[in-house]
């Protein structure tokens, strides 16, 4: 895929940089390098490979599922956002 200098002035823009037009080519270059190389992963065979989340295998710990007691509304007494047994939350939507 050729990239042009229009090219690389459109993801200036997209990313917000203000950059001279010296700076152009430079990037012109590494960008093109850079999808040659996602070019040339793309021809990977990964058929039979595994997705893989995370780089080494991670065990979540796990806990039963019990009901156990919580703070519950007692621990917000004397808040201005208690009303009976219900919190007050501000408003979010009309």
């Known amino acids: 895929m050729a990239i042009t200098q229009k090219d690389v002035r459109h993801i200036m823009g997209l990313a917000r ?6 700076a152009v080519a430079p990037l012109l270059h590494d960008l093109e ?6 070019d040339a992963l793309a021809q990977v065979n990964v058929d039979g490979v595994q997705a893989l ?4 295998p991670v065990q ?5 599922d ?15 956002g ?13």
């Open 17 to 22: 940089l203000k950059l001279p037009d010296e």
């Open 33 to 38: 390098a850079i999808l040659v190389h996602v």
């Open 53 to 56: 989340t995370h780089a080494v």
């Open 60 to 64: 979540q710990p796990m806990r039963p």
């Open 66 to 80: 019990e009901v156990q007691p919580s703070l519950g509304v007692t621990g917000l007494e004397g808040s201005a």
């Open 82 to 94: 208690v009303e009976g047994r219900f919190i007050k939350v501000p408003r979010i939507m009309e």
